[in-house]
């Protein structure tokens, strides 16, 4: 069947497409056109009816909107055999690598679509979060600076450099991107999660608690906002509602634990060993964390705090490859 051929021909599609540059079935000198491992003849072999550029990117197209990504993939890898400089082509490859978990693939696209167009939105903004997300801040901000200059219209890529600006305590400049993001996306639990802990680190705990309950109204098991809201109650000794929070997306025990754990960091000692004990009594022999914790606070004295206090998770931004890092307060 074809689309059996398809599926294996695009793996080595992929194969030729990482060891090239922009244009991946070029025949390199001393090759041997008539030679049947050549890419171009591979790609002939299995839909030689396929005569043009136009006529390979619509039946990518169309495979795509089927939801056939492989050969999807096969079509647009052929449509580079007539111009391998076409950037719709290169984008969507990308796309389907990124969405198939092959974030390596895509980013040696990226840098093929930048080295046609190095202005180019697309381009600009997955490298710009791969990059972020792969810890490379300074490289990441050049390229997403880059998308919201070529387009304003990139949520991705404001919310991204409102990332680089709070790991640079800058939360003035922070906000302003969030809000820009913000402002195309007004249900993003992410973007409100973030745009709270811009807020929080301001010092304005009341806006903080404002967007930390808008993403939880959007997404009511939104893991880091919860995290961020309960951390606010805790300080503000709403100790129940902290625990209502909690309870949405763990056990009892591990909320309790929690609990205890940030009140210890927050030198909220009685009720860091109240709460530690209430997650020992909940589950005495499977929850080994919550009695490692109590041992901690029992080495401390009344006016001796851990090193830091708890701060809001810090915020993320949509990089497929590799999440942000964030500390949680259980340890």
């Known amino acids: 069947m074809l689309s059996q051929k398809l599926n294996i021909l695009a793996l080595s599609c992929i194969a030729a497409l990482i060891v090239s540059a922009c244009n991946p079935y070029a025949v390199k000198p001393g090759q041997d056109k008539n030679n049947l491992n050549n890419p171009d003849n591979i790609l002939n072999l299995l839909d030689p009816d396929v005569k043009t550029e136009e006529q390979a990117f619509a039946k990518a197209e169309a495979a795509l909107s089927e939801g056939q990504s492989e050969n999807a993939l096969f079509y647009y890898i052929k449509t580079l055999q007539f111009n391998n400089k076409n950037i719709q082509a290169l984008e969507h490859i990308a796309a389907i690598h990124s969405r198939n978990k092959h974030p390596e693939l895509a980013l040696k696209i990226y840098q093929d679509i930048l080295a046609i167009d190095s202005k180019n939105l697309f381009a600009n903004e997955n490298l710009g979060l791969y990059?972020?997300?792969?810890?490379?801040?300074?490289?990441?901000?050049?390229?997403?600076?880059a998308a919201v200059t070529k387009s304003n219209s990139s949520w991705k890529a404001?919310?991204?450099?409102?990332?680089?600006?709070?790991?640079?305590?800058?939360?003035?400049?922070a906000i302003a991107h969030y809000q820009a993001a913000l402002a195309m996306q007004p249900t993003d639990p992410m973007i409100l999660n973030n745009l709270g802990y811009s807020y929080y680190l301001s010092g304005d705990k009341t806006k903080a608690k404002f967007y930390f309950n808008q993403a939880l109204n959007f997404d009511n098991r939104y893991d880091r906002a919860i995290h961020n809201l309960a951390l606010l109650e805790i300080q503000n000794g709403n100790f129940s509602t902290a625990v209502a929070l909690f309870n949405r997306i763990m056990p009892a025990y591990e909320s309790y634990n929690n609990i205890g754990y940030i009140c210890m960091l927050n030198g909220q000692h009685d009720m860091a060993d109240e709460y530690l004990n209430r997650a020992i009594n909940e589950s005495p022999v499977y929850f080994p964390k919550a009695q490692e914790n109590l041992k901690t606070l029992s080495t401390l004295t009344p006016r001796h705090t851990l090193p830091r206090q708890m701060l809001p998770f810090e915020p993320e931004s949509d990089a497929p490859s590799t999440p942000a890092q964030a500390k949680r307060p259980a340890t």
Do not use: M, R
């Not at 990059?131 to 600076?145: D, S, Y």
């Open 131 to 145: 990059l972020l997300a792969n810890g490379q801040i300074g490289k990441a901000k050049e390229h997403l600076t």
């Open 158 to 173: 404001h919310n991204g450099l409102g990332v680089i600006a709070d790991l640079a305590n800058n939360s003035s400049e």
